[in-house]
């Protein structure tokens, strides 16, 4: 695309080579005049203008100007997330009896795929209309991962406003995967504001509990009667600086919800909505499990899309997954991918206005 964005973005900003690779934005638009922008740098949705409650069209995704900026900033707004979400315990798993050794880069943890996951790599892209396949080819030993993966991620920007995200891959060993998107939302109209207001439903009875170090050990637990009970509307803000050691934990949320309906994606997994906007989000998903994470971490020193800081809790993150530390935990369903068999995975998130 020539021309600025509709979310203000000038796409000569992206053009660039990347470890060798050529990097663009990529522009998506329906018939309702939503647009969404996306970079195949590390796979990242760069914007989403969606309409709010009186038609005007709202970007409702934190993220960064140019491929300068991307670069620069160790996060992962907006990203592919691989070879594996979230966080695998002391950087260890076994397969077959053998033990693999992933990169630290999170206190003791190996956190979304170690030090240059699929955040930071260049895919190759490939457009057609609104609809934007993305592939990339991970060789067997990359951030310590057993078997080269062939992966491939179609982004369609759909009629009923919605981002239809579709995950495949095969492998030639068998080894681990878990693939997600780390967009982080804010649906006020003002990407640095607090999402405290965003009023959350999630079907969801149990989490996974985390210990300081933010690890699991494969146990569950009862949402109800605490803070991490939203299977009725309640702001995210409502109890998030509750006396509660999960929360301290996290110092915040950051934990996975497991989904009561895994596998259907015919039933909303959450709800998300601003009162401000009206802008309202609804998540379907595959998964078992979403990792919601509500940008506790974020500092408003690190300027985002045109010059505006983002400050912790101004975004909240719904990363559709399988559990954290899966492959050290048993009693969670396997991450476990085999030569001649397919991985695939689908999450939607689609717009609408309360």
């Known amino acids: 695309m020539t021309g600025i964005t509709k979310s203000g973005l000038d796409p000569k900003n992206f053009f660039d080579i990347v470890d060798g690779k050529p990097v663009a934005l990529f522009v998506l638009t329906n018939n309702n005049g939503m647009e969404a922008c996306i970079t195949n740098y590390g796979g990242r949705i760069v914007s989403l203008m969606v309409p709010d409650h009186d038609g ?12 300068t900026n991307y670069l620069a900033d160790d996060g992962n707004f907006g990203a592919l997330i691989g070879r594996y979400g979230n966080r695998i315990g002391y950087g260890k798993f076994t397969i077959d009896g053998v033990e693999y050794n992933l990169p630290i880069n999170n206190g003791p943890h190996c956190l979304h795929g170690g030090m240059k996951g699929y955040d930071k790599k260049v895919w190759d892209a490939k457009q057609d209309g609104n609809r934007l396949e993305l592939t990339l080819v991970d060789p067997d030993g990359n951030e310590g991962f057993p078997g080269t993966l062939n992966v491939k991620v179609i982004y369609t920007l759909t009629d009923d406003n919605a981002i239809d995200i579709e995950y495949s891959a095969t492998t030639d060993k068998p080894t681990i995967i878990n693939l997600t998107n780390h967009s982080y939302f804010n649906l006020n109209g003002d990407l640095a504001s607090s ?5 959350l439903t999630i079907d969801a009875d149990r989490i996974t509990p985390a210990d300081e170090t933010l690890i699991t050990d494969g146990s569950f637990m009862d949402v109800a009667g605490t803070p991490f009970d939203f299977r009725t509307p309640k702001p995210i803000g409502q109890d998030i600086n509750a006396d509660n050691e999960q929360l301290k934990n996290g110092n915040g949320y950051d934990h996975s919800f497991a989904i009561n309906h895994p596998g259907d994606l015919s039933k909303v997994a959450l709800r998300v909505m601003s009162p401000v906007t009206g802008i309202a989000m609804e998540v379907f998903t ?3 499990a979403v990792q919601i994470y509500t940008g506790n971490f974020l500092d408003e020193n690190l300027k985002g899309k045109f010059g505006v800081g983002y400050p912790a809790r101004s975004a909240v993150a719904f990363e559709t997954q399988h559990y954290p530390n899966t492959p050290n935990c048993p009693e969670y369903p396997s991450c476990e991918l085999r030569p001649g068999d397919t991985y695939f995975t689908r999450t939607i998130y689609r717009f609408t206005t309360a």
Do not use: A, Q, R
């Not at 005007?56 to 491929?67: A, Q, R």
């Not at 999402?195 to 009023?199: D, Q, T």
């Open 286 to 288: 595959t998964e078992p």
């Open 56 to 67: 005007k069209l709202t970007d409702v995704e934190l993220g960064h100007d140019s491929i």
């Open 195 to 199: 999402i405290h207001n965003h009023v």
